[in-house]
DNA sequence: GGGGGATGAGGAAGGCGGACCTTGCGACCG
DNA sequence: CGGTCGCAAGGTCCGCCTTCCTCATCCCCC
């Protein structure tokens, strides 16, 4: 599944073409990368959290060599799903 | 940030209505989310996966009394954020 | 637009599972 | 065609996960 698939699903959901399907799959996407990238937490609910984490250094390795390599502390983004995706244990 | 705040963000973007602006995030949203509801993964290139993930099962507690607790295996829904996010790191 | 009812989300303690993270190249999406 | 992703191995450390209550959010209707 990827965006193109997205694009076809809401094409077939809605009433508009499939390149105006894309155009706002994208729009909307493209906004919430943005929000995120302004280190903005995102909350949607029924869906879940994105959340922007800041993360210590800690210790790597290069995956050829197997030196030890140390990794920089960053943020990152990580989303917490809504208690609904619970319901799909199986 | 909150969906409302992702309807005025691309309100302000494009020409639609606020009201439009809403239900076309709830339209990509929801279609996103019936996807993973199906336990499928789902890419977008520039953005990151949402990864679906058998867990095993695990021990809990009860966070109240800590009484151990098993916990059942299930489906979760793991985001992995694109490359792009670590250009963010301060 | 505002108020109210209802639904959802977060937090707390603690242990352990597992996800993360490194580099570089091949593959493939866009 | 260009840019981005996945994968390889392995250790560390982080965040998950329980229950239940409170608070915020959200939706609806006036």
Redesign the pocket.
């Known amino acids: 599944m ?3 698939d997205l694009a076809t699903e809401i094409y077939e959901k809605v009433g508009v073409s499939k390149k105006e399907a894309a155009d706002l799959v994208e729009l909307v996407l493209d906004t919430i990368k943005g929000i995120l990238q302004k280190g903005e937490s995102f ?7 994105f ?1 922007v ?1 800041s ?2 250094p ?7 060599t ?1 030196e030890e ?1 140390g ?2 502390p ?1 943020r ?1 983004v ?1 989303f ?5 995706f ?1 319901k799909y244990v199986n």
Chains 1, 2 share one sequence.
Do not use: E, L, W, Y
């Open positions: 990827r965006k193109a909350k949607i609910a029924g869906f879940g959290n959340v984490r993360k210590g800690r210790k790597g390795r290069n995956p050829r197997g390599i990794i920089t960053r990152v990580t917490r799903p809504s208690q609904i619970k």
